[in-house]
Structure formats: C-alpha cells, structure tokens
T-cell receptor, first 115, second 112 residues
Framework: GAVVSQHPSWVICKSGTSVKIECRSL??????MFWYRQFPKQSLMLMAT?????????EQGVEKDKFLINHASLTLSTLTVTSAHPEDSSFYIC???????????FGDGTRLSIL | SQQGEEDPQALSIQEGENATMNCSYK?????LQWYRQNSGRGLVHLIL?????REKHSGRLRVTLDTSKKSSSLLITASRAADTASYFC????????????FGSGTRLQVQP
C-alpha cells in the first residue's frame, strides 16, 4: 500500500497560463501532504506543508499567491501555479504522510515547462 | 534550508560491488530516512531508522546511524545496474508539522 498518484506528469504551456497539479493518496488517508520543487541535479526544496481542512504553511521565500495550495480532503491536495512564467519551470513533487512518525510517500512528480 | 550533506556527490561502480553513501546532518532528529530517485521520477522510500537505533537492514540495504557524530551511511551490497539512481537522506522530527529535510544526494551509477 501507500501509493501516491500525481497528475499530470508533464505540462508544457505558454507564459501567463495557470497550471493545476493534483496529488492523491490512493490507498490511505494522508493527514499531511507536502509540495516540493526540484531543479535539475539538485535536491528537493520544500515549498509548503498542507493539512486537510486548514491553510497551507509556506516556506520562506515561497509566494502564497503564486503557488496556491488546496487540501480539500484526506486524499487530495492540489497545487496551482498561477500566471506561470519561464522561471517557474521545474519538477514539482508531492508527498503524503499517514501520521507524524510514518514515512512520506512520494508521487512521480510533474515536469512543468513554461514557454 | 538543506540540513543533510551527502558524500560522495557521485559514485560509479561495477555491478556486484558494494556501494556506500554517507550523510551528515546538523540538528537533532527523531528519525532519518533514505530515498531513491530514478531520473525524472518521484522518490521511493527505502528505509527509516529511528534515533534510538544504530543499524537497520532491508534486503541488500544496510543503514547505520551515529547520533553522536550526526551521520548515517547507506550500504548497498552486490549492486545491480537497476540500482543506478540518486539517493537522498532525509531527516525528520516526529513532532509538529515539519516536513523532511533532504540532503544534497548521491548519484550512483552501476556499470553492467
């Protein structure tokens, strides 16, 4: 068990477009979901932490209005990159965790390319 | 901010050899986890070791943790070409809502 599905896996769109990425825990309820960003050959950088039914907690330097996070249920969190620009191009990865002392399970990531 | 630093940054070995990767961290932790990432994919959880444990095994994987030195190592025995990937350590705290803090990763290349 502990499968996390992330969709879409690849997005190419024009500058100014808003893009929504979904993260679903398929076979477990996730009390917390996390959103990370990864640049080529670099590590994962945490963007925000979201708990079901409450506002996301953003890391320093991450624009809340730029990266909208909604965690409507225990199995779904969404990240919307609003008015995306080329500098937003990156690999975005979500993860979900059942409880505090449980491992995080990751989606396969979304490669976002803004032209 | 990055907590873990991994060593080496890149490692190339022959199939059948053992691969050892090291991770150092700075703050107190409750647990340390190792993940594997194939190119362009998400992370796969390999093993979690708690701060009161010193060694843990899972198949061909052996993880050690030395909290006095704030370091951990991941040993992959009898490596296979399919082990080629990036390996990350991540430190966690059980309390609060904090996410994992990832190290910089080791890129492992196993030559067939």
């Amino acid at each position: 068990g502990a499968v996390v599905s992330q969709h879409p896996s690849w997005v190419i769109c024009k500058s100014g477009t808003s893009v929504k990425i979904e993260c679903r825990s398929l076979d477990f309820q996730a009390t917390t979901m996390f959103w990370y960003r990864q640049f080529p050959k670099q590590s994962l950088m945490l963007m925000a932490t979201s708990n079901e039914g409450s506002k996301a907690t953003y890391e320093q330097g991450v624009e809340k209005d730029k990266f909208l996070i909604n965690h409507a249920s225990l199995t779904l969190s969404t990240l919307t990159v609003t008015s995306a620009h080329p500098e937003d191009s990156s690999f975005y990865i979500c993860s979900a965790r059942r409880a505090l002392n449980q491992p995080q399970h990751f989606g396969d990531g979304t490669r976002l390319s803004i032209l | 901010s990055q907590q873990g630093e991994e060593d080496p940054q890149a490692l190339s070995i022959q199939e059948g050899e053992n691969a050892t990767m090291n991770c150092s961290y700075k703050t107190s932790i409750n647990n340390l986890q190792w993940y594997r990432q194939n190119s362009g994919r998400g992370l796969v959880h390999l093993i979690l070791i708690r701060s009161n444990e010193r060694e843990k095994h899972s198949g061909r994987l052996r993880v050690t943790l030395d909290t006095s030195k704030k370091s951990s190592s991941l040993l992959i025995t009898a490596s296979r070409a399919a082990d080629t990937a990036s390996y990350f350590c991540a430190t966690g705290m059980d309390t609060g809502r904090r996410a994992l803090t990832f190290g910089s990763g080791t890129r492992l290349q196993v030559q067939p």
